[in-house]
Nanobody
Framework: QVQLVESGGGLVQAGGSLRLSCAAS????????MGWFRQAPEKEREFVAA????????LYADSVKGRFTISRDNAKNTVYLQMNSLKPEDTAVYYC??????????????????????WGQGSQLTVSS
């Protein structure tokens, strides 16, 4: 059983930057592919970014490519999402998730939330215009 706790959300102006962290306990994250998803009010949860178990492979949604960077520190059991050039449309609750199935990057599988086994409670990001 893995427990995931996100932190680092908050209120930021458009064009600003923020870094989300996802700390894990209960198991080593080295065994999992990790992803970030987000959900805006009245919208479905959507894929944002993912990183393979070893950190060599990454995948990004087109909407965040070039602005967001996912990384992981397996020694610290933590995954990060660096968000730059933030836009009001990035406003959402951000969730990190761990997958025992999708440990390597697959453009088809990696983006599917149903393939992730453990989820954090979410961290709110609000970007003001």
């Amino acid at each position: 059983q893995v427990q995931l706790v996100e932190s680092g959300g908050g209120l930021v102006q458009a064009g600003g930057s923020l870094r989300l962290s996802c700390a894990a306990s209960g198991d080593t994250l080295r065994n999992y592919g990790m992803g970030w998803f987000r959900q805006a009010p009245e919208k479905e949860r959507e894929f944002v970014a993912a990183i393979s178990w070893g950190g060599r492979g990454t995948l990004y949604a087109d909407s965040v490519k070039g602005r967001f960077t996912i990384s992981r520190d397996n020694a610290k059991n933590t995954v990060y999402l660096q968000m730059n050039s933030l836009k009001p449309e990035d406003t959402a609750v951000y969730y990190c998730a761990a997958s025992r199935t999708v440990t390597a990057i697959s453009p088809v599988a990696t983006i599917k939330p149903e393939l992730y086994d453990y989820w954090g409670q979410g961290s709110q990001l609000t970007v003001s215009s």
